[in-house]
């Protein structure tokens, strides 16, 4: 039988701009401009920063550009930082079975090697298309949970692989070179999720270390490097391995090569800046307040019920989730997310990510703990019955004087496939609020009307150009 590496190195091959719909082409834009977004957004964030200074004084081939900064280096290096800086604030995009974030892959490796070999915009977004069909496909073949399971961020260990497909389509590589590409990035494959025993900063790293590794594979590859081409489905390859024999659907792989479900246009977008299994619960509460015009500090309780999977994330341990360490405990505490977002002045304003209520002093703010604590979470059949095709979440407030409020909702706003798309114009919007503080109006512009006009572009260059400080 064929290996599978080797179909997909065919299929994507053989795979033209001009054989992407419409919808996909503006997906894929759209997917870059938000990734611009939140790395800029991040660049000063430390866990970017000290990478951004590795990579700055390591010197070799000025190839790729990092966002923010004046200086092109080698573009796994480019890589490396702007996937890290994009994944620091907790507000890259997310797709529902994967549990991951393929943006933070695939956007900074793509890039960095279009830029590198010049590729136009039409050559990147097709590299961009495959690179989110991959990652996002290899975590939906595994029984939903069990990569968490074994200690596993989806980001990192399936991410890799879109970054190495992505890479080897804007290469140009042959369908031989591609599935050695990808048996390379097998043995490269990692994340644990570790990090939130004690808040630390690895999953951020995650993201850049998977778009910088993704891209070398395919560098490797196409200098002749050989790598097995039996990674997926092989006696000792990554399924077996990641998952175990029993706790994946073969079918998923095959079924997504050739494409007939583009999955970068069931990647859903971000509102808030922290863990996504948050989202709808913020959402529910949110909505439950303003619609009914309850006042914080008449609730009594707030107990809300979340899918079985999202416990040990946002929940466990309590204790540290209701009194964070760090920003990463804060970003993945329900009960912080809850107080914190419901206490923000700018509580409904449109396209609010709250980045400023998970940051290191917010964090110890009596208010928002001592609302924190009125918040209760448990599992619960109802939600549980539409996850990992949605991420349900419903809230049930009670208030001092004995009312109950109650709703729930199958997925949060910016959720593609719950039907709560955004608009190109609610994108815009949110580009403006996330870099208003470190471009200006004009810049800003430019950048928005240079993406959304990707297909017409000769080369990337000139968009990280635009970026330098």
């Given amino acids: 039988m064929k290996p599978f590496a080797l179909t997909i190195g065919e299929y994507t091959n053989q795979l033209n ?39 700055l ?18 573009a796994a ?35 960095a090697m279009a830029e590198k070999t010049g590729a136009s915009g039409q050559d990147y977004i097709t590299g961009l298309v495959v690179a989110y069909q991959l990652s996002c496909s290899l975590g939906m073949s595994v029984h939903s949970g069990v990569l968490h399971d074994w200690g596993y961020h989806p980001t990192g260990v399936c991410g890799i692989f879109g970054a190495a497909l992505g890479s ?23 994340g644990l999720f570790e990090f939130v025993a004690d808040g630390s900063w690895t999953k951020r790293f995650h993201g850049g270390w998977s778009a910088h590794s993704g891209l070398l594979a395919a560098t490797f ?16 390859g990554w399924l077996h391995a990641y998952a175990g024999e029993g706790n994946y659907d073969w079918s998923v792989m095959e079924n997504s090569f050739p494409i007939n479900v583009y999955e970068i246009d069931r990647t859903s977008y971000k509102p808030y800046a922290c863990c996504r299994h948050n989202h709808t619960a913020i959402d529910v509460v949110l909505d439950l307040v303003e619609e009914n015009g309850i006042a914080i500090d008449n609730i009594e309780r707030i107990e809300v019920r979340l899918p079985t999977e999202a416990i040990p994330i946002i929940v466990q341990p309590p204790e540290r989730k209701l009194h964070p360490e760090t920003t990463v405990d ?4 329900i009960y912080y997310s809850i107080a914190a977002t419901l206490l923000s002045p700018e509580q409904r304003d449109t396209m609010t990510t709250f980045i400023d209520q998970f940051t290191a002093e ?14 209760t979470c448990s599992d619960h059949p109802e939600v549980n019955v539409l996850f990992p095709a949605y991420y349900a979440a419903s809230a049930l407030i009670t208030t001092k004087d004995g009312k109950t409020f109650y709703k729930l909702e199958k997925g949060h706003r910016g959720e593609q496939v719950a039907g709560k798309r955004w608009s190109e114009q609610e994108l815009v919007k949110r580009f403006h609020k996330l870099t208003a503080g470190f471009l200006n109006s004009a810049r800003r512009e430019t950048i928005i009307n240079t993406v959304l006009d990707l297909e ?13 400080v």
């Fill in 77 to 111: 290096l480019a890589a490396l930082v702007n996937g890290t800086a994009a994944h620091c604030l907790e507000i890259d995009d997310d797709h529902n079975e994967l549990l991951g974030h393929p943006g933070v892959t695939a956007v900074p490796a793509c890039l």
């Fill in 221 to 236: 590859a196409a200098g002749g490097y050989t790598g097995p081409k039996s990674v997926f489905e092989g006696r000792m």
């Fill in 330 to 333: 804060s970003q993945f505490s």
């Fill in 57 to 74: 004084t390591a010197g070799g081939r000025e190839e790729a550009g990092i966002f923010m900064y004046e200086k092109r280096v080698p």
């Fill in 362 to 375: 917010k964090i110890k703010d009596p208010a928002i703990l001592a609302l924190a604590a009125r918040v």
């Fill in 168 to 190: 080897a389509k804007i290469m140009g590589l042959s369908p031989e070179q591609t599935a050695c590409a990808l048996g390379i990035a097998g043995s490269q494959s990692a």
């Fill in 17 to 55: 701009y001009t054989d992407l719909p419409l919808n996909i082409v503006q997906e894929a834009k759209y997917k870059t401009l938000d990734n611009i977004a939140v790395t800029v957004a991040a660049y000063e964030e430390a866990p970017a920063r000290i990478l951004a200074d590795y990579a």
């Fill in 456 to 468: 017409n572009i000769s080369t990337l260059t000139g968009i990280t150009n635009m970026l330098k």
